[in-house]
């Protein structure tokens, strides 16, 4: 019968059986002791020469980190100790003895973890990120299901590109036909609102970018959700409550895996509603007396997306998410919904993370015109006979509606306030590195 | 403010506002009947000539099939109606007028129906498998989510294949190396497994097989999850409470949609642990007395895999599913476990579905050799290289570990007693299908 060590407290004074691995063995004279890693916790042992028999003795003081094993002892309750026990050690069973484990508590470069992530994995650090990305995925399929959404997963192989061309990954389907990783399942989900009312989807989206920056992956997840009959203001109070609803729950949880990080955890409890909205005009003036006060490099030019640079600008402002709404039209995708008062500007919002962690959020209000739609598809020179379906959406049963998108490793990382977000997914997918 | 539909009942005597679509009208002289689908449900209107504007009842009366409206309207319990309630309609503004909506209720090909998959998902049945499906996702989830296990989704971009080579999508990774799409996150999850102890992926997988059967699809999603010091039994007795908890958990939840769908529910409810375990022998031994009945047409050879026709008959033996391990390795992947006892059964099990569902579950239990693996790598010709880090899970701290995996849309039509997969994933991949 196997214990796990996050339960030890509960065992206190019982023997009880470990299974695991060798995280750190120090010994000292006619005493060892092992720290013990089963995958829910580390517990320090205590291992006395007297007590056991010679052979076990000899048999556990070689043993070399990662070596596995299982261990036998009585739960004693030590408030010194980091999960508060400590185990006294009755007998133990090596499983196999491990040596040279490549990663050592020295310093390794970046390039050697991540050739050696399936043995990286195991590092308290590492084991904490995916606690949270554990937790981040977890919240967000819990919050969207218990308030009514349900989950319409989209296609992977999409036939054509929903936003831009040029960053597709390009797979042979059976020699006749090209297929396209999706960048995004929005289209889609337009289609599943539409039978469903709320919907979302989660999975991988893809995009082969020649960025080799510390916020980009080929390949990771996103959460999408859409509403029918929602408009831009019903977006960004889902947001709203949506972002909240995760940093309360990481809050919750992962105390223990935030202490790992040494993840100042007041940022976290700052993200509570209502997050300051701000249209993009205002935030246009921010960032012009952002320059004048030399605080932004290059002066923003009215009309344009918002750069890494302007984005941390604008958050340092805020210690919550802040939302910026009414994009210019030109900057945002070609199914957006105009304001129907002033054209130029898209009913589309980005919510930007506090910390410097950027755009965590986008998402906006969908066009509910076919004559529009097709304008849009003439106008960024897309193929027509593609987006038929698409179009369909608006020939039968056209409703306002809107959603949004959230890539998971991007939430994560600012969760857990790591800096590079190849950390944050178990085997990640990068310009130069596939493996692995 | 919107009512949604399945909460009605709660509003009994009260005016509310419902936001959907026209499912279908009836009218009669000074009447009409409007039915409203929001997602969540269908209820019929009642339209009163002499209630209503003259303006209201000629915007109602031309409108086609998935017309948008917004119907205000008095909840009046009615033990007829389907939901227990109709809906007097007081007032209604019509968003959208349709007209010749292509899925009508006369019979259509299912290519057409494919075709038009993005509004086919409005109808009654297809809206109900979704909802089974996504109540199996979340069932999945749950399960494993409260039973200790972490989520560690594994990479669609593999360098190498896991088994076989020729059912493999290909993508060019930025010119200078291919990817593969995987086919399955059970190497990986190894390596993560040893991390965290008791882990799962949960994602799609791809399959380049150029089947056109009712069970094939080349993109479908599946989940594995993976235990650290887990043996065979431990791997059935798995698979035997996590399939009674999605059988329970649909039961429970999607009494509606199992009605809509005609599911003899008796078939769901005697899912529950615990399963017939029928080792392979045994298993040919019941092939070759169908044989000889003449209830299995041909007659089985020992040491190949079960067909189809194998799988049928012999989960007609049982109204729960069967359990049939230790098959020859030959026929099992290269990483299995051999019986110590027996080298030339693998510690596999295979978990098959009654009524002709077939294999819903594949796992067992991994081998912890180094020697034995490496012997396997080149006995089925796979680059070594490819598998040094996989080698490395053997070199550091290897432990006795098992796992399964499960395909989500062969579980949903099990579940909603279907014949055809494609109905159980939003958008279908197939051989020659992949639009829309």
């Avoid at 050592?104 to 994995?121: A, I, M, Q, Y």
């Avoid at 202490?259 to 935030?283: C, G, M, N």
């Avoid at 919904?337 to 969908?366: C, F, N, T, W």
């Avoid at 897309?382 to 959406?393: C, I």
Wanted: charged content about 25%.
């Amino acid at each position: 019968m196997q214990t796990y060590i996050k339960d030890l407290l509960k065992h206190v004074g019982e023997e009880v059986t470990l299974k695991g691995w060798l995280y750190n063995m120090r010994s000292s004279g006619k005493l060892m002791f092992p720290q013990l890693r089963d995958g829910t916790g580390i517990v320090q042992g205590v291992v006395v020469k007297s007590s056991v028999s010679p052979e076990m003795w000899d048999a556990l003081k070689p043993l070399g980190q990662e070596s596995s094993l299982v261990v036998t002892g009585r739960v004693r309750e030590d408030e010194r100790a980091p999960g508060g026990v400590e185990i006294d050690v009755t007998n133990a069973e090596v499983i196999q003895s491990a040596h040279d484990f490549p990663i050592t508590p020295k310093e390794h470069g970046p390039e050697f973890l991540l050739d050696n992530r399936h043995l990286w994995l195991r590092s308290k650090k590492q084991h904490a990120i995916l606690k949270v990305r554990h937790t981040v995925v977890k919240a967000v399929r819990d919050f969207l299901d218990s308030d009514g959404f349900t989950l319409c997963d989209t296609p992977i192989f999409t036939p054509a590109a929903c936003e831009g061309t040029t960053t597709l990954f390009e797979v042979d389907y059976f020699g006749d036909e090209k297929a396209y990783l999706t960048q995004s399942g929005q289209l889609y989900n337009e289609a599943t609102a539409a039978a469903f009312g709320k919907v979302y989807c989660f999975g991988p989206t893809f995009r082969a970018e020649k960025s080799k920056t510390r916020r980009h992956l080929t390949e990771f997840w996103m959460v999408e959700p859409e509403m029918a009959y929602a408009t831009l203001d019903d977006v960004m109070s889902l947001a709203e409550r949506f972002l909240s609803f995760i940093a309360r729950r990481v809050l919750e949880t992962r105390q223990e895996e935030l202490k790992t990080l040494e993840r100042d955890t007041s940022k976290l409890e700052a993200i509570v509603p209502p997050f300051p909205r701000v249209h993009y005009d205002d935030a246009v003036k921010m960032l012009h007396e952002g320059f004048e006060q030399g605080a932004v490099e290059n002066k923003f030019e009215w009309g344009g997306d918002l750069g890494a640079p302007d984005e941390s600008y604008l958050s340092s402002k805020y210690d919550k998410p802040v939302m910026v709404h009414h994009y210019p039209a030109a900057v945002k995708a070609f199914y957006m919904k105009r304001d129907p008062e002033h054209d130029e500007y898209a009913l589309g919002v980005d919510v930007l993370a506090p910390e410097g962690y950027g755009e965590v959020i986008g998402g906006g209000e969908r066009t509910t015109s076919e004559e529009f739609l097709e304008q849009q598809i003439a106008a960024h020179g897309l193929p027509k006979e593609a987006f038929e379906w698409y179009l369909d959406l608006r020939r039968y049963g056209s409703v306002p509606h809107s959603g949004f998108g959230m890539g998971i490793e991007r939430c994560t990382a600012w969760m857990c306030g790591i800096e590079h977000i190849r950390e944050t997914i178990p085997f990640p997918r990068m310009l130069y590195r596939l493996k692995p």
